[in-house]
């Protein structure tokens, strides 16, 4: 079941649903707007590197291939790759899961943002997205704008084991955007 406006405020009332913010909450019917931080990481336009064109591998890190921004204001070209994040930490409790989406108006812009999706019961964070301009001009986005929603739903009871108790959990506690740690799959880290 997907939470309606008034739950999401009685968890919160409660303590049960955290989300760290300094400002009040945008809630709409069935979903909470966060807001985009201003850190990120850039993906390098591959002319920056010199004899070879480098390749993302899922085998390997491939933190060498972004770097670091902070903004206030950011314009995204098009087909350019960002990994954001947004203000807020939330921190899910074990009978309760989430998934982002974009805001239909940043879509509306052409800037898809894609997040990691799915949030785990247990998880503790700030929501890392990726965001791409598929226009063929320029946009401009801007720190602490409401760049996505995170909707949430009940499981059935507690799960057994959440997100933050899993051994083989990567993501837990991240602040600030994240970049992919997929060459940890099926290790314990």
């Given amino acids: 079941m997907i939470l309606p406006d008034w739950k999401i405020k009685e968890k919160i009332g409660t303590g049960e649903l955290k989300i760290d913010f300094d400002k009040e909450l945008y809630i709409g019917p069935s979903s909470v707007d966060l807001h985009l931080s201003g850190t990120g990481m850039k993906l390098v336009n ?17 933190d060498k291939l972004f770097k670091k921004i902070i903004f206030n204001t950011l314009t995204i070209y098009p087909g350019e790759f960002y990994i954001l ?68 739903m009940e499981t059935f009871g507690d799960v057994k084991v959440a997100y933050s108790e899993k051994q083989d959990q990567k993501y837990n506690n991240q602040k600030g955007p994240t970049l992919s740690r997929i060459e940890f799959d099926g290790k314990i880290i």
């Fill in 46 to 62: 591959r002319n920056n590197f010199a004899a070879e064109c480098p390749v993302i591998s899922c085998l390997k890190n491939n």
């Fill in 85 to 152: 994040s947004t203000e807020e930490k939330i921190e899910f409790p074990k009978n309760l899961a989430g998934f982002i989406q974009g805001r239909s108006s940043v879509g509306r812009m052409g800037v898809s943002v894609q997040s990691a999706g799915f949030f785990d019961p247990g998880f503790k964070g700030t929501a890392t997205l990726e965001v791409t301009n598929i226009t063929q001009l320029p946009v401009t986005i801007r720190k602490r704008m409401r760049i996505c929603q995170m909707v949430f």
